[in-house]
């Protein structure tokens, strides 16, 4: 999916959510915790109730890969099953960050085996770690810039003696390392002020943004500082969606909280003359 | 494995080298990659080769992850294959790099399912990466400090006003995170003189070292700026090791380049009265 599709999903749905499928198997409603398919049935009744008003799934390896083989082979098949459902951008969160023929195999399983649009990476390696993504037409690098944690200043605020923060050289330094339709950024909701700053430096590229709702961002503060001409913007939830009940009705609640989402975001896009 | 335990076993061997099974499927001997079982038998081939003269293994996860369900299973069987030869210490090199109860998954996925000594993480996001793997006793992260890639200018040697340099942030900042049975860095062959630089931050903890033979790095120079009361160095051949021969001697190759680059390393280990 390229830049101006990505785009027309976005206005055809009304809606830039991107529904987050961190599916920690210790919070799953009680009767699939013992379910030995629970985690794939947990996420196909998110992606059941969920699917009218998001644009985007983005499972988390990391809950995936706890399982070991039996994990990775349930990965498989939600991203089989979010495809069946129709034009969709998948994101792998994977945050991986290696280099040469390494992350030329990651690339690999990501974009073909899995058959998702974009993947996380991590910047510290440098170019080197998106490269080989690069390769691959219409797939995205989703390259870590201002994370939504408490530890991101740690390292990503250090700055140089012209007042450039880590971030923010991370921006100007890769911008043009692929086109518009291959390099989206993570810049955290929890620091909607940063926004600005972003923008001044890559005011045409998509941003992935969590932290809205469990970490405390604001929707509205993110869309003031951070929306552009294509929207811009895909607004990660999580936790706030996935866990909204723990009993037989989960499925249900999820949807609820998803179209609140979507209809916030359908009147931002609609204040913004973008649909 | 602790940190006197790790020097113990260095004594023992007289040796500190890391094979890295990097182990590329369009590399394999020919006879190699048309079976279904190829990558585990030539991980068990190289593994039966250099066991007598290695301290350690680091399976890289992308060259797994990449054969999807059937990798990831045929990295469980070569981790419990090395666990079965005796006492050794076993790095994933995954250089994951994520945060809270997502990493907490992630520590769990390699500390406790897949039965690894240490993981390789990346420093990107600061103290909330690495905690949650903190809570395994004798169990060891691996951080990203300066690698020996090319592009590790991009963002490395980012420097602050007073000219300390982003890995020497990294190095100053996550050092006390962890004991001395917790924490080590990677630091590559290719830039050995900054080895003194690393020093002067970390005197006592581990370094694994890349890019000694493939990438040019040459082991003397590592032993000169980075060998400590405890030896502290893991170095680490990859390519140069497990592609000595593409023919049927692949294995008998191997294990002659590893116990050339043990014969390499007693010697220096005895230049430096550590055995």
Same mark, same amino acid.
């Given at each position: 999916m390229n830049y101006e599709q990505l785009f027309g999903l976005i206005k055809k749905k009304r809606s830039f959510l991107c529904v987050g499928l961190d599916s920690d198997l210790d919070k799953l409603p009680l009767h699939l915790k +013992? !379910?030995? !398919?629970g985690l794939f049935t947990f996420n196909k009744a998110i992606v059941d109730a969920t699917f009218d008003y998001a644009v985007s799934y983005k499972p988390n390896l990391a809950f995936y890969e706890a399982l070991g083989t039996s994990g990775w082979e349930s990965l498989e098949r939600i991203i089989t099953y979010i495809r069946s459902k129709g034009e969709i951008f998948i994101i792998a969160d994977a945050k991986r960050g290696d280099i040469g023929n390494t992350s030329a195999r990651y690339a690999e399983a990501f974009? %073909? /085996?899995? !058959?998702?649009d974009a993947v996380t990476l991590s910047?510290?390696?440098?170019y080197d770690t998106v490269s080989p993504f690069? $390769?691959?037409? #219409?797939k995205w690098t989703v390259l870590l810039a201002? &994370? +939504? %944690?408490?530890?991101?200043n740690d390292f990503q605020y250090f700055q140089n003696v012209e007042g450039t923060r880590l971030f923010e050289k991370v921006l100007s330094e890769s911008k %043009?390392?692929?086109s518009l339709s291959q390099m989206m950024y993570v810049v955290g909701a &929890? /620091?909607? $002020? $940063?926004l600005q700053a972003v923008r001044q430096i890559i005011p045409d590229h998509f941003l992935l943004v969590p932290g809205v709702g469990a970490q405390g961002g604001s929707l509205e503060e993110v869309a003031r500082y951070g929306m552009n001409s294509h929207c811009g913007l895909l607004v990660n939830s999580s936790r706030g969606i996935l866990?909204? +009940? +723990?009993? !037989? #009705?989960f499925a249900e609640k999820t949807g609820e909280k998803a179209k609140e989402m979507q209809q916030e975001m359908e009147r931002l896009l609609i204040e913004n003359n973008l649909v």
């Open positions: +013992s !379910d030995p !398919d974009f %073909n /085996r899995l !058959d998702v910047p510290y390696m440098g690069l $390769e691959f037409k #219409d201002l &994370t +939504s %944690n408490k530890s991101a %043009n390392w692929g &929890t /620091r909607a $002020e $940063e866990y909204a +009940s +723990s009993a !037989d #009705d």
